[in-house]
Nanobody
Framework: QVQLVESGGTLVQAGGSLRLSCAAS????????MAWFRQAPGKEREFVAA???????KTRDSVKGRFTISRDNAKNTVYLQMNSLKPEDTAVYYC?????????????????WGQGTQVTVSS
């Protein structure tokens, strides 16, 4: 059974940093494209960053230079390092997985999802 478990979300002041983690089980992790999405209240879920199983990454323009996605295949874990956080980064952050997927920005292309972790950035 595939399971994705996010952690690391919390309340942080603007300008601060957080690192989110997503631990995967029940999958051959190295064969999966892993991604982070986020959903703010009243808004649609949106793509943040992805790390393709081949080693290529893609990041949303509005967080480039502030957010970095990384993965550790030995630990079956994907990370999202978030620096210089802004109030508009406040959202529930979700981890997603797609078997040998491309760097899709669409939620429809990811078959497995975590339960989400709340990130709140205060001004």
């Amino acid at each position: 059974q595939v399971q994705l478990v996010e952690s690391g979300g919390t309340l942080v002041q603007a300008g601060g940093s957080l690192r989110l983690s997503c631990a995967a089980s029940g999958v051959t992790f190295s064969s999966y494209t892993m991604a982070w999405f986020r959903q703010a209240p009243g808004k649609e879920r949106e793509f943040v960053a992805a790390f393709r199983w081949t080693g290529v990454t893609k990041t949303r323009d509005s967080v480039k230079g502030r957010f970095t996605i990384s993965r550790d295949n030995a630990k079956n874990t994907v990370y999202l390092q978030m620096n210089s956080l802004k109030p508009e980064d406040t959202a529930v952050y979700y981890c997603a997985a797609d078997y040998q997927g491309d760097l899709s920005v669409s939620t429809y292309d990811y078959h497995y999802w975590g339960q989400g972790t709340q990130v709140t950035v205060s001004s």
